[in-house]
């Protein structure tokens, strides 16, 4: 590490400095939200079916979907999920609306 009169240090050894924040790098092919149909690839990624198909069938469209999806090559590349609503979680939100409208001044939900 130094500091003990033999070494100079340098200012990134004396200085600490902020660490970056965790950046979230949403990479999602197109910007739409997703709907049913969903197909997921090899990597557990979520995709909008129609998205795919348009995505295979002009590539150029999608700016840089080569860099997001280019192990998608063909639609058996995606397999189709059949996924149904979680009405517990539909709940959850509505009840966390109620609790906003009541409390506009708390930002922090009870």
Known sequence: MGCDGGSIPTRIE???TKQNAVRLDPRFLSI???KIPIVAD???KLYNK???IEFL???KAFGDGD???SHITKLRDVINLNLTP???FQEAIHIQNQNLAL???DNMVA
């Open 50 to 52: 129609e998205a795919v």
């Open 57 to 59: 069938l002009d590539k």
């Open 32 to 34: 739409r939200p997703l």
């Open 42 to 44: 090899n990597m557990g």
């Open 67 to 69: 860099l997001i999806c």
């Open 86 to 88: 979680n009405p517990a």
């Open 14 to 16: 004396l200085v600490k």
């Open 103 to 105: 409390n506009p001044d």
